[in-house]
């Protein structure tokens, strides 16, 4: 039983090294066979220090063996250092290297996603837009994108460029829809994306209605500002479009009660333009609640508190009296 058991063990070891040989054989032939010179010329690639090095390596590569069998080794090697980088500047300029090298088939696409990565992060939006824009066809359910573009689309409106407002709006509202519609990307958690979720919802609501209310769609501006309030969302910024939208609609009532004539139809209207101003108080008290003791935004909480002062005292026989209790209710929220 014994010299059984060896020479079963000796048979097994003599065709575990036949097939090591076979698949060494087999991955022998599966090596590109290329000249001396062309590995010599990878080799180059490889021991280059630093991605610049190694692109300019690659471009020499490319110079002298375009159709090398080893082409498509190179480009992922690039493109690995591409992605690699994290420098916004130089990551931008080493794909659009890439890109001006390696400009066969399916290559671009090695490094399309970190092109318009590079763009956005820094702050190049007509090109983020445009690479994003090529990315978002082949990958429509990509939210994380739509977000980002959504961020890159009101930064710029920002610093004064509105040329994205349309666009940015677009994305927003997409990426809300791919969130409610619980489109999770492929390879995250569920807890990543409850987390994901729970951050995104409100900070997508307060971009998306601020670049409306930027380009002058009120309705939609105040749909997802008040949104981001519901979700509780702590920039000040959202609190005071709002009430800024709440009291252009108050001023533009009044105004349009003054001029209607005496009759049936000022008479109905009185109680809209009353519950407008309503809407008013209740916005600039919100403001005052949210924006005290920020030093930031110490102006406009005092001339908001003298206006809300004003428009409580008309609504109330000139008495400030539960003012401060309704402002103290909205710190409480």
């Not at 480009?75 to 250092?81: G, H, L, M, V």
């Not at 209310?213 to 949104?227: Q, T, Y």
């Amino acid at each position: 039983m014994k010299l059984r058991i060896l020479s079963a063990c000796a048979v097994a070891a003599c065709a575990c090294a036949l097939a090591w040989g076979a698949a060494a054989q087999e991955a022998k032939q599966a090596e590109p066979k290329v000249s001396g010179g062309e590995r010599s010329a990878a080799d180059k690639i490889n021991k280059a220090q630093g991605a610049e090095a190694k692109i300019q390596a690659a471009a020499e590569f490319l110079k002298k063996y375009p159709q090398s069998p080893l082409r498509p080794q190179v480009a992922d090697a690039i493109a690995s250092e591409v992605s690699a980088t994290t420098d916004p500047q130089l990551k931008a300029s080493l794909a659009e290297t890439y890109l001006s090298l390696f400009n066969a088939p399916g290559e671009a696409e090695r490094v399309g996603f970190h092109l318009m990565d590079a763009y956005i992060m820094g702050e190049r939006a007509e090109d983020a837009f445009r690479a994003g824009a090529a990315w978002l066809q082949k990958n429509p359910d990509d939210v994380e994108t739509q977000r980002r573009l959504t961020t890159t689309a009101l930064n710029a409106s920002i610093r004064g460029n509105n040329a994205f407002l349309a666009q940015g709006q677009q994305y927003g509202a997409k990426a809300l829809e791919l969130i409610e519609a619980d489109k999770r990307p492929a390879g995250v958690e569920d807890a990543q994306w409850a987390k994901a979720k729970s951050e995104w919802v409100p900070e997508l609501h307060r971009e998306v209605g601020i670049i409306a209310f930027r380009a002058g769609d009120r309705a939609a501006a105040r749909r997802h500002l008040a949104r981001a309030v519901e979700l509780k969302h702590p920039d000040p910024a959202v609190y005071l479009i709002l009430g800024e939208m709440a009291n252009e609609e108050y001023n533009n009532l009044a105004k349009q009660y003054q001029v209607t004539p005496a009759g049936a139809e000022k008479t109905a209207m009185l109680p809209k333009v009353e519950a407008s101003l309503d809407q008013v108080i209740e916005a600039f008290a919100r403001i005052v609640a949210v924006t005290a003791g920020n030093a930031q935004y110490q102006t406009a909480h005092d001339q908001i508190r003298q206006d809300l002062e004003s428009y409580y005292k008309f609504r109330h026989n000139g008495s400030t009296d539960g003012l401060q209790q309704l402002i103290d209710k909205h710190k409480r929220q």
